[in-house]
């Protein structure tokens, strides 16, 4: 509303209008004492004419005016609450005051610190331990503010210190002190003594120069006062620590702790380091073993290790290695080291006059190489990102040979199959090897050995891939950690399987059975597990054997969880749900078995086997029975029958179910076209070879598929017919009918030429109907045996005693056999609770 709506206001008041600001307080309090006389005596308003003229003439003078007209009730509260003698001081007192937030916390901090000293000279000690939580809180926030630390904090933890000695002192003597009251007592000098440590210059400079801390600034420690203590630091036995040691040991004693700068300290050391090249060996080994910790520690809360710092851990272990390689007699660094009481104390040499410093060089490859996998998964594979980090594959193989070679050399013979050092580091150069053709094997194994100058006793340097990977596996297969055993004997199936090898393979899967306990193995050993059995049933494909490729093959692939018995990813109906522990155990991508390759190898080893089946199944009544071994199969066919519109095969399935119906009508040459259009097998070392089986297998089932579609139809056939049709030799087309007539899958025989065959139908022609009859009768049959089973509560007939054994032998082989190539179960609970052989 505008000024000039306001009663009382005309122009000549806007003259006075800060007059009228000034004093509207006193009018509001006019005006509030007439509004509460006029409300709170209404019988003095009826009754007394000269209260009404006073009233309502003080009404009229009171009433505000101008800015003042539009105050809330509230306001003209206030005012009059004040009185108007002291107007000037009740509107300072009555002004809110802003405190900002660092001013806010000290006042916090200081209301804390006083809680302590006086529930302290109560020895209500929970009390004091609760408000040193709370003080510890406000530490922190403090220092995420940059805010020092108040004086009044270090004065408080010095007198809160000899507090608690006297209490417990007095305690020894007369126990005032419940258990609550002692418990809170001994916890709070615990967290006492943590937080001095950490304030340790600032405590040390009070109990010096108490006055200092009387002030209200905080006392700052001067650079030069912390550059002396760095250079004057005493080891634990009283001794001055040489500068270099100093360093290490200030920061050793702050790793773990917050708000710490690792960056900061990695450059402290890299300085440390470049200043002292020329130091002892022993001083050079503890700087790297500092550096390189304090690097990953820097990453550790990262998704995966900045690269930049990943090639500097890479040159500095090699820089590292080559000290001890070069001090070799003098200095080893090996997990048969002993501790000593100090940074800066050189171990006792043992009896060869060496030095054995305590360290891991295989652990620190060890998180090298994780962090290297962590950064593959978390790039995309199909990005040129991902081929650049790949590169750096080499440089880690080479560190790996490296330094298997230098533990080799410092490791005694009695201790090799004993200690875990050499046979990690074994098991890392055969993770990066067992998985890829011989070729890239001599590649890696010509670079790795360019550089290094020992051998090894386990592989020499020169070796073929076969004699590498069979040296290493050998080795692991002696130690006396069983896991390592395991792990060898997988990596040797899938290295002969993937090159080609699928008979070396099977027997080194065979005779072994490593497949009884898998499922309670560690997840990694089960993932590697369910790699070497599929990787087998790819190469039995490739050399021809199909029914045992389809057999090895047929749980992983309809078991609908391929990604994560592989370890290539997750179920993808529950992606979100897996830990970070579970993503980091997944594979690199170039690494993963190709899962379309494999659902083509499968369906493909499914067609040549079920389709002769099927055709035989329809002409003879004795193959009904196999009928449910090919449901799956022969679904998809029924599927496709259904199909209204079915246009040309696009997808890998599309392709094989037409395949399968050209092949079903004895038409192997478009079966065999449209199986070699699919592009996938590509991928497929020497594809050439591959197709050329695939045409010869086609070739021979479509024959059988022939014969058992037109066997009652024809009463003889010709064999140089049958090998113009299927373009197979007269000798190869006689050799497989001679296998059907001796397995019995068709009755009929031989000319004396071997030119013709006769076919003799002995099973009487039956109609549709009575095949069903027969069914019929089967399954009532059945029903019957389990109807007189449950009446006699499931006490049938007693079979003789050795009958019973001969069906319990029988029914374990058969169990064993079906065991041999049965997925393991992949489960990352067993890795909590796994005990390591």
Not at 732 to 745: P, Q, Y
Request: hydrophobic fraction near 35%.
């Amino acid at each position: 509303m505008s000024r000039f709506f306001v009663s009382g206001y005309n122009s000549e008041s806007s003259s006075e209008e800060e007059d009228l600001l000034s004093s509207s307080e006193e009018e509001l309090v006019s005006s509030s004492e007439d509004d509460q006389d006029v409300s709170s005596d209404d019988s003095e308003f009826d009754n007394d004419d000269d209260s009404d003229s006073d009233s309502s003439d003080s009404d009229s003078d009171g009433r505000p005016t101008g800015p003042a007209y539009f105050l809330k009730k509230s306001v003209k509260k206030n005012a009059f609450m004040k009185g108007s003698d002291s107007e000037s001081e009740s509107e300072d007192e009555g002004r809110k005051v802003v405190k900002s937030a660092k001013d806010k916390l000290l006042d916090d901090m200081n209301q804390a610190i006083e809680a302590i000293n006086v529930a302290k000279r109560s020895n209500t000690w929970t009390v004091v331990l609760s408000e040193s939580d709370k003080l510890a809180r406000y530490l922190v926030r403090a220092g995420q503010q940059n805010v020092n630390v108040p004086n009044s904090y270090i004065k408080c933890l010095a007198g809160l210190e000899d507090y608690i000695n006297a209490t417990q002192e007095n305690e020894k003597s007369e126990k005032s002190l419940n258990a609550a009251e002692a418990k809170a007592l001994n916890t709070t000098k615990q967290r006492v003594r943590k937080q001095i440590k950490e304030y340790q210059a600032q405590y040390d400079l009070f109990r010096e120069q108490p006055d200092l801390f009387d002030r209200e600034e905080s006392v700052d420690v001067t650079p030069a006062k912390s550059v002396q203590q760095v250079e004057e630091t005493l080891s634990n036995n009283g001794r001055v620590l040489s500068p270099v040691f100093a360093t290490l040991k200030q920061i050793a004693e702050t790793r773990g702790k917050k708000n710490i700068d690792k960056y900061e300290q990695i450059e402290t050391l890299e300085t440390l380091l470049s200043n002292n090249l020329n130091k002892g060996a022993f001083d050079l080994v503890s700087i790297y073993q500092m550096l390189l910790s304090i690097r990953f520690d820097a990453s550790a809360n990262q998704t995966f290790m900045p690269v930049e710092l990943w090639k500097k851990n890479e040159a500095d272990l090699n820089s590292l290695l080559e000290v001890l390689e070069t001090h070799k007699s003098t200095y080893q660094l090996s997990e048969l080291g002993s501790t000593t009481d100090d940074i800066d104390i050189e171990p006792t040499p043992n009896a060869e006059g060496v030095k054995v410093i305590f360290g891991s060089i295989t652990s620190l490859i060890d998180r090298l190489d994780d962090e290297f996998t962590r950064s593959l998964q978390n790039t995309d594979p199909h990005s040129t990102d991902y081929v650049e980090r790949l590169k750096d594959e080499s440089s880690i193989y080479t560190l790996i040979v490296r330094a298997q070679s230098y533990i080799e050399d410092i490791t005694p013979e009695q201790s090799k199959y004993s200690v875990e050092q050499l046979a990690r580091i074994v098991v890392r150069r055969l993770e990066h090897i067992y998985y890829k053709p011989d070729q890239l094997i001599i590649a890696n194994e010509a670079e790795a050995w360019k550089n290094i100058k020992g051998d090894s006793t386990i592989v020499s340097k020169n070796s073929a891939p076969a004699e590498t990977i069979d040296g290493l596996s050998a080795f692991l297969k002696k130690h006396r950690n069983n896991v390592y055993g395991k792990y060898a004997l997988l990596f040797s199936v899938y290295y002969y399987a993937v090159n080609n090898h699928y008979a070396k393979a099977k027997e080194l899967f065979t005779n072994t059975p490593i497949y009884n306990g898998i499922n309670h193995a560690e997840s990694s050993l089960q993932v590697q597990y369910n790699r070497a059995i599929v990787q087998l049933g790819l190469s039995a494909f490739r050399n021809g054997a199909i029914e045992e490729s389809h057999k090895i093959l047929n749980e992983v692939v309809n078991s609908q969880r391929s990604k994560e018995l592989l370890g290539q990813g997750f179920n993808s109906k529950y992606p979100n749900q897996a830990t970070t522990l579970e993503k980091q155990k997944l594979l690199p991508f170039h690494q993963h078995i190709n899962l379309e390759l494999l659902d083509c190898v499968y369906m493909t080893s499914s067609l040549l086997i079920e389709i002769p089946i099927l055709a035989a199944a329809s002409t003879n009544a004795k193959e009904n029975k196999r009928k449910s071994s090919i449901k799956s199969f022969k679904s998809k066919l029924e599927f496709h029958d259904r199909q209204f519109f079915t246009g040309p095969p696009e997808s890998i399935k599309d392709h094989i179910v037409h395949a399968s119906l050209a092949l079903q009508k004895g038409d192997w040459a478009k079966s065999y076209e449209l199986l070699s259009s699919i592009k996938i097998w590509k991928l497929v070392p020497d594809n050439d070879e591959l197709l050329a089986m695939l045409k010869n297998q086609l070739q021979v089932e479509g024959l059988r598929t022939y014969i058992f579609t037109y066997k009652a139809i024809f009463s003889k056939l010709s064999v140089a017919k049958l090998s113009k049709i299927f373009s197979l030799e007269n000798d190869k087309v006689a050799s497989i009918l001679e296998k059907m007539l001796e397995s019995n899958e068709i009755g009929g025989a031989f000319d004396e030429s071997k030119s013709f065959i006769y076919f003799s139908n002995t099973e009487p022609q039956r109609s549709r109907l009575q095949e069903l009859a027969i069914v019929m009768n089967e399954k009532v049959g059945l029903l019957t045996e389990k109807n007189e089973k449950t009446s006699s509560n499931g006490y049938g007939k007693k079979q003789p005693q050795q009958q019973q054994q001969q069906q319990q032998q029988q029914k374990e082989l058969l169990q064993e056999e079906s065991s041999k190539f049965r997925y393991a179960n992949v489960n990352a609970n067993n890795d909590e609770f796994q005990a390591t052989a």
